[in-house]
């Protein structure tokens, strides 16, 4: 179930399998913060729920205490990053293709019969 953490919501698999286990947990450990959530909504969000349940979330590699108002800040600082990480990725990969389309130039994915390699990389025919 590859479902990338640049998917917003909390809708994401793995994600729900680990909220609807809550009551079994004393703490939800992750990798970093912009692998459990990319927007600062989702952040909050499953601060919030987590919270609820008296369940801890602790990073495993950040050195943040997100049991103290000081490191559930600081993990809320750090969302603001990765979501505007998050985005100019998307607004760049978005230009990159518009680009592409515009030069007539092959944008990715399966590779269509209808292509020709020239100098200038894949071209449509």
């Known amino acids: 179930m590859d479902v990338s953490g640049f998917s917003r919501g909390l809708e994401r698999p793995g994600l729900r399998r680990v909220l609807s ?3 079994e947990l004393d703490v939800v450990v992750f990798f970093k913060i912009d692998r459990l959530a990319r927007s600062t909504v989702d952040l ?3 601060m ?3 919270g609820a349940a008296d369940v801890a979330l602790a990073s495993a590699t950040e050195p943040l205490d997100l049991t103290t108002s000081t490191g559930r800040a600081t993990a809320k600082v750090i969302a603001i990053f990765t979501e505007l990480e998050s985005d100019t990725i998307g607004m760049r990969v978005s230009s990159a293709h518009g680009h592409l389309r515009r030069e007539a130039r092959y944008t990715g994915g399966r590779v269509p019969s209808v ?3 020239s100098g200038q990389g894949r071209c449509w025919r």
């Open 115 to 117: 292509l020709r390699v």
């Open 44 to 46: 909050a969000e499953i």
């Open 48 to 50: 919030r729920i987590t």
């Open 21 to 23: 286990r809550l009551t």
